[in-house]
Nanobody, 123 residues
């Protein structure tokens, strides 16, 4: 079954850092790999996306300068490095992949998803 697998979530204090990983299982990443998050009681929102081949990235304003998406083609892995974390970053973080659009920011444009990894930032 084709799916993405996220890992690396956990509990961290405000100001701390975490690195999330995303790997495909049973298929290959498509052209773009995106990260989304869903805070408690809220809608799933765009965090950022990366071009799997070229490595260009696009970020939501809320995380720009604090989060970095990168990829390791040899390890077939995409990372979300999160720094200067705030309590409002607390959410279930998902990765997703698509061949549609260019640096899509809408969840509806992504075809494959993981089950998410929980990030909790304490104040």
């Amino acid at each position: 079954q084709a799916q993405l697998v996220e890992s690396g979530g956990g509990l961290v204090q405000a100001g701390g850092s975490l690195r999330l990983s995303c790997l495909p299982s049973g298929f290959a990443f498509r052209l773009y790999v995106g990260w989304f998050r869903q805070p408690p009681g809220k809608e799933r929102e765009f965090v950022g996306t990366i071009s799997w081949s070229g490595g260009r990235t696009v970020y939501a304003d809320s995380v720009k300068g604090r989060f970095t998406i990168s990829r390791d083609n040899a390890k077939n892995t995409v990372y979300l490095q999160m720094s200067s974390l705030k309590p409002e970053d607390t959410a279930l973080y998902y990765c997703a992949t698509t061949s549609r659009g260019q640096f899509a920011t809408s969840r509806s444009q992504y075809d494959y998803w993981g089950e998410g990894t929980q990030v909790t930032v304490s104040s």
